[in-house]
């Protein structure tokens, strides 16, 4: 069963991730030093945006209209964090 946490533990990091490097291309898409019209770039975006639109999308029904500032990706990051700290609470039930 410890395992099982430490896969667990893998998945909650890899999600992570994923999100701070979703974040930070955004912000440099946004302060125009990452070019959408660059092929890998744009693959690249594209890829992590289908990866994390289901999950913001979700996230974004919850929440109020705030104009052009996104919290979803915060909110998911925080819930991540609580997952987490949830699951190394209860890592002795693992083993």
């Known amino acids: 069963m410890g395992s099982l946490h430490q896969i667990l533990t893998m998945i909650l ?10 974040i ?4 440099l898409i946004s302060f125009q030093v990452l070019n959408l ?3 890998i770039v744009a693959q690249l975006w ?11 999308s979700r996230i974004r ?13 915060l909110v ?4 991540l964090a609580a997952l ?4 190394a609470r209860n890592a002795v039930y693992f083993y």
């Open 46 to 56: 594209y890829g992590i945006n289908r990866l994390l639109d289901p999950l913001y």
């Open 37 to 39: 019209r660059q092929p």
């Open 13 to 22: 990091d890899i999600a992570w991730f994923i999100m701070i490097a979703h």
């Open 24 to 27: 930070i291309m955004s912000w």
């Open 84 to 87: 987490r700290i949830i699951l």
């Open 76 to 79: 998911a990051l925080v819930g």
């Open 61 to 73: 029904r919850f929440l109020p209209d705030m104009g052009g500032l996104d919290l979803a990706p």
